[in-house]
């Protein structure tokens, strides 16, 4: 089974987070899209809602798409959360399954700065989408200096691979110029946010007075 993990701290999840899932799933022929809301992102420490809050939303506008699930894994694992934790972890429950790693082009260059980023490339797949704001590149470009030695492009498979068989894709999404930090703003000043977010968040975000 071919599984996509979409982690990040979907503060709150929005429609270009749904739409990068769909292509992704789309175009790797992916059986499910896994949707893995931080519990303490390493990097964003300010603003951020409840994991509960944030796991509620994603599971609210999931639950229609048969190619969506959620996992609290990293919710229940508490404190600080390292995607290389949570596919190891994902990979020890389930080890027939292949896993893809989901992930934006704005964070994929900071890779470096990830906990054992090498470590990290060689367990899993990955799928880098292309995100409004950001130059595109030449695949040989979008690969950060402190990775370019670890891989190498197959011109057969169109992707470069890593020596442990994994592979690393770039694909073009649909560009939704949408963000969570801008969706936040537009909420603490009264901003309207409809059709930047399903209708189903913008409800439970009113319910609980979230981002005010």
Known sequence: MKIGIFGGTLNPIHFGH???????????????VLFVPSAI????????????????????????????DLSDIEVRRGGVSYSIDTVEALKKEASDIET????????????????DHRRFLSLCNFII?????????????????EVRSDFCYDAGKGC?????????????VTLLDISSTDIRKRLKVGKSVKYLIPDKVEEYIKKHGLYK
């Open 18 to 32: 749904l739409r990068s899932a769909e292509e992704a799933m789309e175009a790797f022929a992916l059986d499910k």
């Open 41 to 68: 992102p390493p990097f964003r420490k300010e603003d951020v809602a409840s994991p509960n809050h944030r796991m509620e939303m994603a599971r609210n506008v999931i639950e229609d798409n048969p190619h969506f």
């Open 100 to 115: 893809y790693f989901i992930i934006g082009v704005d964070a994929f260059s900071e890779i470096g700065g990830w906990k």
């Open 129 to 145: 989408v292309n995100r409004p704001g950001y130059e595109k590149k030449s695949l040989g470009e979008s690969l950060p200096l």
């Open 160 to 172: 470069y691979m890593h020596p442990s068989g994994h592979s690393l894709n770039f694909l073009e």
